[in-house]
């Protein structure tokens, strides 16, 4: 099915370590986000990218970096991960004239 | 900076009702507004787009509505079932393609 597919679903890290959250879509969407949706806060954009090889920082970027090596794809790297960065983190998708976003299933991360 | 807000956070009505949620936003200048669905543990499923031209979209027994003047939208969701109950996020966009800007939700609750 058509869509935006995120792996892992669930991970536990340990404080310190580092781990890359993969967003796929086959859209051919130019737009993608990464979201974290954290209780009582609502959904925060990180980072997004309006294009291959682009990316640009959103509210929430410390701690986090992006890459968009090809099109369909869209990397969350966490280079040492903290407690603070617990949360359920969401890619979403969308084409240039903004019709509509879609979200992927979401990746729920705990860091102990 | 453009903020949404979402009001009431929690709503419980009794299956059947016909409910209004409410979403406001500072900055009129809008590119389009959606409305989504989000299920316990869930991603986000869009529910309606609504472009700053248009003043209302319709999807079933659900309405959205649009007055960009007064910095409103509200989801108007007809004969309530159970199955509705789950958490509404309005979110705006401030130009094309641009990533979007959510509020904190409502929480639906529908009792048979």
């Known amino acids: 099915n058509a869509g935006v597919t995120q792996t892992p679903k669930f991970r536990v890290l340990k404080t310190g370590q580092s781990m890359t959250l993969l967003c796929a879509q086959d859209m051919n969407h130019e737009y993608m986000y990464w979201y974290r949706q954290d209780p009582g806060m609502g959904l925060r954009l990180i980072h997004y990218s309006v294009g291959e090889g682009t990316t640009a920082k959103g509210e929430v970027p410390d701690g986090y970096n992006v890459s968009r090596l090809k099109k369909q794809n869209f990397l969350l790297g966490l280079e040492s991960a903290a407690p603070s960065q617990t949360s359920v983190y969401f890619c979403?998708?969308?084409?240039?004239?903004?019709?509509?976003?879609?979200f992927g299933s979401g990746t729920r991360l705990t860091v102990v | 900076k453009q903020e949404v807000t979402q009001i009431p956070a929690a709503l419980s009505v009794p299956e059947g009702e016909n409910l209004v949620l409410n979403c406001s936003f500072t900055?009129?200048?809008?590119?389009?507004l959606q409305w989504f669905r989000q299920d316990p543990g869930k991603g986000l499923t869009s529910l309606l787009l609504?472009?700053?031209?248009?003043r209302e979209q319709t999807s079933g027994r659900l309405n959205a509505s649009l007055d960009k003047s007064s910095g409103r939208s509200t989801l108007y969701i007809a004969a309530s079932q159970p199955g509705d109950s789950a958490t509404y996020l309005c979110a705006v966009s401030n130009q094309a393609g641009t990533a979007l800007i959510f509020g904190k939700g409502t929480t639906l609750s529908v009792s048979s």
């Open positions: 609504i472009q700053s031209s248009q």
């Open positions: 979403a998708s969308s084409l240039r004239d903004a019709y509509g976003y879609t």
């Open positions: 900055d009129s200048a809008i590119y389009n």
